[in-house]
């Protein structure tokens, strides 16, 4: 068994997990959490891309613009050359020597990357040689001319570069720029420079790197302007240092000889810092995401296995309790029929149909006909409340006139006021609008309310009371009923506890008996409960706690309810509220007049 039983409560706990999975829909929130995350990564991944290439374009740019600056710079100095041969030749009487080195000297001013100037003619004597200063012993230039006079350059234009040694670094030096100018430069006033004339001109190298430097794009790491294997000059950009680098851009300098240098730069990703905070970022939120989403389905799943499980619970109770219902309801309709023959025959006895009583056997078969009595009534109230509880109640509305109705079932309880001594008033109008309603169900009702009400009060009056409420002022002029808030202010507060708006006809059962406390008032109409209960001995007196029960649902059932006040020790006040139709209330003609009837003991 214990097995089985096992068995069976691991099968109930994967149904209801699989209940709960198919009410959440769980697989359809892995596959959109699974979406989600390759959505944000593949944006991710387009975004790295797209400041890949972006990076690609600005080292293009970078290149491109570093060889026109460079190509520029070679071109102004040859500008310069051509310039400084063109004046000499333009000049050369001997009175003109010291005007020319003034001129040359003033456009030498304007270049500060000239650090030398010089012309020399065919036979090897300088006709011109400008210097910015007096060279300082380790940047004397002299010993470099000297060997450059000797030397013969074939070329138009001829480029070399000299590095100084002693610095430690290969952008500090001079960068030698001869030419030679054996094709005539210039026809001004028939003179041309002598063939076999040659110049040059030795640029700080260090100006040439300042120069590069105006442009300098945040993302640059590296840019290297060399001739040949000879770097000539390399820059440092601030992104250097900041990890993986884009594929490196090669660019060209284009020199007026027709020769060319490189230009290499090189560009970082943005920069490390950026793409491990978009990354971190990017990636960080997917997981939280997910972490959020998952958690949230937990808990969805949880709620659902709950809820399925209050269900399937609801469901074994909701059976149970049908199946006690019509348990009740059989065993009830069962006992009437032995019940029905008790009292039969107790009748018969105290008829003396079987022979007449002894003295001594009357008062046992009073006792047994008030006991069955007594119990048939239980089981009456069982059997309505089980039938109730089934739904198995049935309603069959007819109209009456509620003033002889009341009156008829006053007329049945007469004797139980009498016996108490108290005395029974009965004040409903003959005007009253008919009623459309179960007389059955409503007889039940008013005699629950009035045998209560008998039974609660050891001295004074009972009274029942009808009043039309919410009825509309064409509609209400008919009848001189009070109607809320016009002719009797009370009927306001009155129809105020009404179940819901609309025309109603209040009937009232008012006792001065013992009352009943207010924490009490919310649970008097609770099955089985008892607010006033007698001994347990003593069960005829103390009643089964039903009737209230059974009163209020079946005033719902009619399509009303049934609302109390009561104040302890002063008596209570249980007021039916019974429906009234428009259409019924139209049809009523205007009568005149209320009658009291008040029978006392």
Do not use: C
């Not at 065919?122 to 006079?149: N, Q, Y």
Request: aromatic share 4%; proline share 5%.
């Amino acid at each position: 068994m214990g097995v089985a039983d096992v068995s069976g409560t691991a099968v109930t706990g994967q149904s209801t997990e699989r209940d709960a999975e198919h009410r959440v829909g769980g697989g359809l929130l892995s596959r959109f959490i699974g979406a989600v995350f390759l959505v944000l990564l593949g944006g991710l991944l387009v975004l790295d891309q797209a400041l890949t290439a972006a990076n690609r374009e600005q080292a293009v740019l970078d290149t491109q613009s570093t060889g026109l600056l460079a190509e520029s710079f070679i071109r102004a100095h040859d500008v310069l050359l051509q310039r400084l041969a063109d004046l000499v030749v333009e000049r050369s009487d001997t009175r003109d020597s010291v005007r020319v080195r003034e001129t040359a000297s003033r456009w030498l001013a304007t270049m500060p990357s000239v650090r030398r100037a010089w012309l020399v003619d065919a036979d090897g004597r300088r006709v011109l040689d400008i210097a910015r200063s007096t060279p300082t012993p380790e940047r004397d230039s002299a010993p470099l001319l000297d060997s450059l006079d000797r030397s013969r350059v074939a070329a138009p234009l001829w480029i070399t570069v000299q590095h100084d040694v002693d610095a430690g670094r290969k952008d500090h030096g001079v960068m030698v720029m001869m030419r030679s100018f054996s094709p005539p430069a210039r026809d001004s006033l028939q003179k041309r420079p002598t063939p076999g004339m040659r110049g040059g001109v030795l640029i700080e190298i260090e100006s040439l790197r300042a120069y590069l430097a105006q442009t300098s794009p945040v993302t640059r790491m590296t840019l290297a302007v060399a001739a040949g294997s000879d770097t000539i000059v390399r820059l440092t950009g601030r992104a250097a240092g900041s990890g993986k680098s884009d594929p490196t851009s090669l660019g060209v300098v284009r020199l007026p000889n027709g020769g060319t240098w490189s230009v290499t730069s090189t560009h970082s990703l943005t920069t490390r810092t950026r793409r491990l905070v978009v990354w971190t970022l990017g990636v960080g939120g997917v997981l939280l995401l997910a972490f959020g989403l998952l958690r949230e389905q937990r808990r969805a799943l949880h709620v659902a296995a709950r809820s399925v499980e209050l269900e399937r619970l609801y469901s074994d109770v909701k059976r149970a309790n049908q199946a006690k219902s019509e348990f009740l309801a059989n065993v009830s309709h069962e006992l009437r029929t032995p019940l029905n023959a008790i009292v039969g025959f107790v009748e018969l006895l105290r008829d003396g149909f079987y022979g007449d009583l002894t003295p001594r056997q009357v008062p046992p078969v009073d006792r047994i006909a008030a006991s069955a009595t007594h119990l048939r009534h239980l089981v009456d109230q069982v059997l309505d409340i089980a039938k109730i509880a089934a739904g198995r109640l049935e309603v069959h509305s007819e109209t009456i006139v509620l003033r002889p109705f009341v009156l008829n079932v006053a007329s049945e309880l007469e004797s139980l006021v009498s016996e108490k001594g108290l005395a029974l008033s009965i004040t409903v109008g003959a005007s009253l609008p008919r009623v459309r309603t179960d007389p059955t169900h409503l007889r039940q009702i008013l005699i629950n309310l009035i045998g209560n009400a008998v039974k609660y009060t050891p001295s004074g009056s009972v009274s029942v009371r009808a009043r039309l409420l919410g009825a509309p002022e064409e509609l209400g002029t008919r009848t001189p009923t009070p109607r809320a808030g016009m002719d009797d202010p009370s009927a306001a507060a009155l129809l105020a506890k009404a179940p819901r708006s609309g025309i109603w006809v209040a009937l009232q059962v008012i006792d001065t008996g013992v009352g009943i406390a207010t924490n009490d008032l919310a649970r008097i109409f609770d099955e089985f409960e008892q607010v006033n209960a007698g001994p347990r001995g003593d069960s005829m007196q103390r009643g089964t706690g039903l009737g209230l029960a059974i009163s209020r649902r079946l005033a719902r059932l009619l399509g009303g309810d049934i609302s109390v006040e009561s104040v302890l020790g002063r008596g209570s006040t249980f007021t039916i509220w019974l429906p009234v139709s428009p259409a019924d209330l139209a049809r009523e003609r205007p009568v005149t007049g209320e009658v009291t009837t008040v029978p006392t003991a």
